[in-house]
């Protein structure tokens, strides 16, 4: 009605920003929206009550969103060079030619498709001249990655992608898919298939840039309940985490799923802090159902190789605070504020506050909850560290608790 009231006139001259949800009786409509100064677009097909579950592949009103496809395609071939930004959200399990639609809009320098993932649409994505951060969300169940090399040209502009899959297997092979990725950022956030961690890891180490590759991400919905049982728990140790030991750039790397359990010894985590140099965040976040193998002598290590180092999360053995003899000590870190330490037993307080306040005297925080969000059974015994850590840290600062390492380096 308003169209037509405007005589057909363009409406709103200085539109940016354009969310559609289809098909409607509005679709003839849009071309009216479609103003120079557009800049991001949002399309979303779906059928009502969908699901994922049941094929609506001869639904009328999913054959008549071909229109809007037709006007999506117009616009690329029209006078828009500002849309740079693009959200498709195809909720069927319909074939659409999004590659067709695709190919050729050099404008794109973010993306953001829910639908069926093919080989050509991957191709097609890939090699989009600007884009900057991919995001992909198959629907239903995607279709395995054809060859190993089915991606063989790569804009050199794509920094971030996100791949929210619930199967690690089909990232693995998308990622494997493709030949130097100089991404800064791959995202995951949930994970569901943690047992194909270890071959995800290995195509990222084949596949993307070691000097490009600052921020790894996988994370797994909380499943909500803490009596997991043990034979869904995958244990994973250095042997699984070293192909990520090759990237010296990484700043953050958040591995968090409550199927996982990590097995890292003082040594583990020793060639972990030599190898993140510049790491600012790491998270280690599973289900401990095992009593940590790392301790407190352990976290040494971070204090004498990551300076940078400002959010810790892992499971940490803090029943004993001794200092094997040899062990070099020469070191605090001054940029830790934040310690996530669940399932870390503690006996006494008071010598774990020391231990922390000599090592990381700028911690000013200890979160101890489990992956479902619940406090554990230490979590008082780390509220009582946290709040003893400033006397301490008072307490060297004026020398009468041995003072602070005299060396901050090697």
Known sequence: MVILACEGQNLFPNLRDLYYEGPSSFTPCLPYLFRPALNIMTF?????????????????SLVNAAMELSMLTTLKHGHFPTI?????????????????????????????????MDDGLISTMFGLPRLRMLRLRPVGRPAPVAEPQVVRTVTSSLRRMELKVN??????????????LEISELCIPDARNARALDVLLRSVQKSCSRQTLPRFNIRRRTIARSDIPADWIIA??????????????????????????????????????????????????GNQIHTPTCTLVGLISFARHCKDLQYLCI????????????????????????????KSPVVKEAAVASFLSRFFPCIDTIVCKSITGRTDTYGEHWRKVMDLIPVFVEARRVGIHGGFPTSSGE
């Open 44 to 60: 979303l097909i779906q059928e009502e009550g969908w699901d994922g579950t049941r094929s609506l592949s001869n639904s009328p």
């Open 84 to 116: 740079t930004s693009l959200s498709l959200w195809f909720h069927t399990d319909r074939k659409w030619p999004l590659d067709e639609l695709l190919s050729g809009w050099n404008s794109l320098e973010e993306l953001d498709i829910h639908a069926q």
């Open 167 to 180: 199967n690690l297997s089909w990232a693995s092979n998308l990622v494997a898919s493709v030949r130097k």
């Open 236 to 285: 994973i140790g250095l042997q699984e985490l070293r192909p990520l030991l090759m990237f010296e750039s990484l700043v953050e790397v958040v591995l968090q799923a409550s199927t996982l359990q990590f097995v890292l010894h003082d040594c583990d985590i020793e060639q972990l802090a030599k190898a993140w140099p510049r790491i600012q965040r790491l998270e280690l976040f």
């Open 315 to 342: 499971s940490v053995d803090a029943s004993a605070t001794n200092i094997p003899q040899g062990t070099f000590v020469d070191c605090a870190q001054t940029s830790l504020h934040r310690l996530y330490a669940y």
